[in-house]
T-cell receptor, first 113, second 112 residues
Framework: AQSVTQLDSQVPVFEEAPVELRCNYS??????LFWYVQYPNQGLQLLLK??????LVKGINGFEAEFNKSQTSFHLRKPSVHISDTAEYFC???????????FGKGTLLTVNP | ETGVTQTPRHLVMGMTNKKSLKCEQH?????MYWYKQSAKKPLELMFV???????ENNSVPSRFSPECPNSSHLFLHLHTLQPEDSALYLC???????????FGEGSWLTVV
């Protein structure tokens, strides 16, 4: 069984501030980890993914995430956010091929001027 | 621009109507999915098709009926829905089941 916990349901920040969106997971097998972003009135877009290799993963729009196996975390970070980053962010975990993708409940990031 | 296209983007239907949602993927993938996204609820996986065969049905009511005629197309047939079925319905695809999933823009469904 696997599960994902996104610790914050809402994160308000000011423009140009750094942000970290937290994600913890549990899984009995090796994991693939994903972050998706959903802008208002749109579907989910893949932001970045960790399958293997380097634990620091860079994604689109200046976001990055670090896989920490000992802490079972995959936190998403951006050093300086823009108004356009306002969206809902979903963390997801899979045990790999032939395993279901399990999503967290989402974190709403609101960037204020 | 997404490689997964959903139509219609918005649908309003009465409880006695029959309608369908359509999904087409242009990515050469072999697995397709229907998800339901309701306000303030986690994403719910409804159905999975892998190589045109249904491999997962997460206790979805029979008023939702999926159809996968080929690896590129997926339908969700709707009949006698309830107001609580109003939600965003997301189609997605992946190379194979369990690989990276790519989503469409979604179909907003309102049942009146």
């Amino acid at each position: 069984a696997q599960s994902v916990t996104q610790l914050d349901s809402q994160v308000p920040v000011f423009e140009e501030a750094p942000v970290e969106l937290r994600c913890n997971y549990s899984s009995s097998v090796s994991v693939y980890l994903f972050w998706y972003v959903q802008y208002p009135n749109q579907g989910l877009q893949l932001l970045l993914k960790y399958l293997s290799g380097s634990t620091l993963v860079k994604g689109i729009n200046g976001f990055e995430a670090e896989f920490n196996k000992s802490q079972t975390s995959f936190h998403l970070r951006k050093p300086s956010v823009h108004i356009s980053d306002t969206a809902e962010y979903f963390c997801a975990v899979s045990g790999g091929s032939n395993y279901k993708l399990t999503f967290g409940k989402g974190t709403l990031l609101t960037v204020n001027p | 621009e997404t490689g997964v296209t959903q139509t219609p983007r918005h649908l309003v239907m009465g409880m006695t109507n029959k309608k369908s949602l359509k999904c087409e993927q242009h990515l050469g993938h072999n697995a397709m999915y229907w998800y339901k996204q309701s306000a303030k609820k986690p994403l719910e996986l409804m159905f999975v098709y892998n190589f045109k065969e249904q491999t997962e049905n997460n206790s979805v009511p029979s008023r939702f009926s999926p159809e996968c005629p080929n690896s590129s197309h997926l339908f969700l047939h709707l009949h006698t829905l309830q107001p609580e079925d109003s939600a965003l319905y997301l189609c997605a695809s992946s190379q194979e089941y369990g690989n990276t999933i790519y989503f469409g823009e979604g179909s907003w469904l309102t049942v009146v």
